[in-house]
């Protein structure tokens, strides 16, 4: 059982203060339950925009809430095995107040009196990286340290999915996501997780310290319970990048640049060509500006798709999102 120290800690959230640190230091585990969380992860960064990031796979239910972390600015850790899943937010408080990623873990594996089970992979804001994998922790295990990742697996069908995890991280041009992604499909190539395929996730936190939660969080998906988890992280990974771009759309907007955001909405579409919403914005938004013979087309295709966005069209010029204009609304929802 968590102690009640351990539980107020999770619930204030991952503190950034000197005295948060020094609680991780000064913190001591005793009568901790055994409890499982097997499986196969990678934290990362990449040099070039700071991104930190975390993507695990396991034969278990809903292993993301526990197993990876990130904070921007700050670092990403993984911990798994038989978890400690304090290891999450002391670590990041411990990176958020100055120390490194291996001081980090080398403190908090000292006061653990079950090290010789745990796997833990962390990794700073600098690209400092450290792993641990107990001797106790179930064969096959591995692990591996590179330049800018950790991976680290156990409970394996073989102990060559590190190998397979660090050679697909390297060898991938995409983004930090798209590199973990082909991080964890080379794993499951290489034989998994002994017990199978349940569920999946990936973290991606922006790179600069002190960025808000709600800001500095890119990626946060979850594949809860599947029969093939990496392949619908895959897919989610995909929908994210097509509702990221609509976000910048919107953005844009805000920021009065309608070509940048007529441009996002586009690529929004590109990239989700049967989401009919991403569809409707751009149409609504040509409208809005005047380009009305842009929007029609693309307002067909969406009531094509969705006819209750016909409904809604009427309703857009009471928020301001169309011209309050009874010709135009009338012949937008007569297009067919």
Same mark, same amino acid.
């Given at each position: 059982?968590?102690? &009640?120290?351990? =539980?107020?800690?999770? @619930? +204030?959230?991952?503190?950034? &203060?000197?005295?948060?640190?020094?609680?991780?230091? *000064?913190?001591?585990?005793?009568?901790?339950?055994?409890?499982?969380?097997?499986?196969?992860?990678?934290?990362?960064?990449?040099?070039?925009?700071?991104?930190?990031?975390?993507?695990?796979?396991?034969?278990?239910?809903?292993? %993301?809430?526990?197993?990876?972390?990130?904070?921007?600015?700050?670092?990403?850790?993984?911990?798994?095995?038989?978890?400690?899943?304090?290891?999450?937010?002391?670590? @990041?408080?411990?990176?958020?107040?100055?120390?490194?990623?291996?001081?980090? @873990? +080398?403190?908090?594996?000292?006061?653990?009196?079950?090290?010789?089970?745990?796997?833990?992979?962390?990794?700073?804001?600098?690209?400092?990286?450290?792993?641990?994998?107990?001797?106790?922790?179930?064969?096959?295990?591995? $692990?591996?340290?590179?330049?800018?990742?950790?991976?680290?697996? $156990?409970?394996?069908?073989?102990?060559?999915?590190?190998?397979?995890?660090? *050679?697909?991280?390297?060898?991938?041009?995409?983004?930090?996501?798209?590199?973990?992604?082909?991080?964890?499909?080379?794993?499951?190539?290489?034989?998994?997780?002994?017990?199978? !395929?349940?569920?999946?996730?990936? @973290?991606?936190?922006?790179?600069?310290? %002190? &960025?808000?939660?709600?800001?500095?969080? =890119?990626?946060?998906?979850?594949?809860?319970?599947?029969?093939?988890?990496?392949?619908?992280?895959?897919?989610?990974?995909?929908?994210?990048?097509?509702?990221?771009?609509?976000? +910048?759309?919107?953005?844009?907007?805000?920021?009065?640049?309608?070509?940048?955001?007529?441009?996002?909405?586009?690529?929004?579409?590109?990239?989700?060509?049967?989401?009919?919403?991403?569809?409707?914005?751009?149409?609504? &938004?040509?409208?809005?500006?005047?380009?009305?013979?842009?929007?029609?087309? =693309?307002?067909?295709?969406?009531?094509?798709?969705?006819?209750?966005?016909?409904?809604?069209?009427?309703?857009?010029?009471?928020?301001? =999102?169309?011209?309050?204009? !009874?010709?135009?609304?009338?012949?937008?929802?007569?297009?067919?």
């Amino acid at each position: 059982m968590r102690t &009640t120290i351990i =539980l107020a800690m999770i @619930l +204030q959230g991952v503190a950034t &203060t000197a005295s948060s640190f020094a609680f991780a230091a *000064d913190f001591k585990r005793d009568n901790i339950a055994l409890r499982p969380a097997h499986t196969y992860s990678i934290v990362a960064r990449d040099p070039v925009s700071g991104q930190l990031g975390a993507a695990v796979q396991s034969h278990w239910f809903s292993v %993301g809430k526990d197993v990876i972390w990130a904070q921007p600015g700050v670092g990403a850790v993984a911990t798994q095995s038989f978890i400690e899943v304090s290891y999450g937010p002391l670590g @990041l408080a411990a990176m958020a107040a100055g120390k490194n990623a291996r001081d980090t @873990l +080398q403190s908090l594996l000292d006061k653990d009196e079950h090290q010789d089970v745990r796997q833990v992979g962390m990794i700073d804001a600098d690209g400092v990286t450290a792993v641990h994998t107990g001797d106790k922790a179930i064969i096959a295990h591995c $692990n591996m340290l590179g330049e800018n990742f950790t991976v680290q697996a $156990n409970l394996m069908e073989n102990a060559t999915v590190c190998e397979a995890m660090a *050679d697909a991280f390297s060898a991938s041009k995409e983004d930090l996501a798209g590199r973990m992604m082909a991080a964890l499909e080379a794993a499951q190539n290489a034989g998994g997780d002994i017990r199978g !395929k349940q569920s999946a996730a990936m @973290l991606v936190v922006e790179g600069e310290k %002190g &960025t808000p939660v709600w800001k500095g969080r =890119l990626v946060d998906l979850r594949v809860e319970d599947s029969v093939d988890p990496i392949k619908e992280l895959s897919r989610l990974l995909k929908v994210s990048r097509g509702y990221t771009k609509m976000t +910048q759309g919107d953005d844009f907007m805000t920021a009065g640049e309608v070509d940048k955001a007529l441009a996002a909405y586009a690529d929004a579409e590109v990239m989700m060509p049967e989401n009919h919403e991403a569809v409707f914005w751009h149409a609504a &938004t040509l409208a809005a500006r005047g380009r009305v013979d842009e929007s029609l087309p =693309l307002f067909k295709k969406a009531f094509a798709m969705h006819p209750p966005w016909r409904k809604l069209v009427p309703r857009l010029p009471a928020s301001g =999102l169309l011209p309050d204009d !009874k010709a135009l609304i009338d012949k937008i929802v007569s297009m067919r």
